[in-house]
């Protein structure tokens, strides 16, 4: 019983200190990442001949335009589809009026000549 509670505490503690190693790791992380990016963002400008200031507003523009490019194509998308669900409906319609036309010439409702359609198809299989 003894070493049960042993091995328990043991196990949690040891658990505790990994976790909280762990947890500064990643704690620590940003703090270097952003160094590094200033390094990169002074070398770059360096190599491009501006100052950092600028480099970052021209990266800032790209974003922009990406940003804007990238909803241009989500609105062109949006209408391409509503070109598509539009003309699914007119289909649709042109198919309905064309079964109106076909029950009033037989005298039946569009009801009635659908279920004889559907029994028709029913039957070929």
């Not at 503690?13 to 790791?25: P, R």
């Amino acid at each position: 019983m003894v070493s049960i509670k042993k091995t328990l505490i043991g196990t949690a503690l040891g658990a505790t200190l990994i976790f909280g190693a762990v947890g500064s790791a990643f704690a620590a992380q940003p703090a270097v990442d952003k160094a590094a990016k200033r390094v990169e963002l002074k070398q770059q400008a360096k190599a491009q001949g501006m100052t950092v200031k600028e480099l970052k507003a021209e990266l800032k523009k790209q974003k922009e335009e990406q940003k804007q490019l990238k909803a241009a194509q989500k609105e062109q998308r949006k209408k391409a589809h509503e070109a598509k669900l539009a003309e699914k409906e007119k289909r649709k319609q042109a198919q309905e009026a064309k079964l109106a036309q076909k029950a009033q010439k037989l005298g039946i409702t569009v009801e009635e000549l659908k279920a004889k359609l559907k029994a028709k198809k029913a039957a070929k299989k």
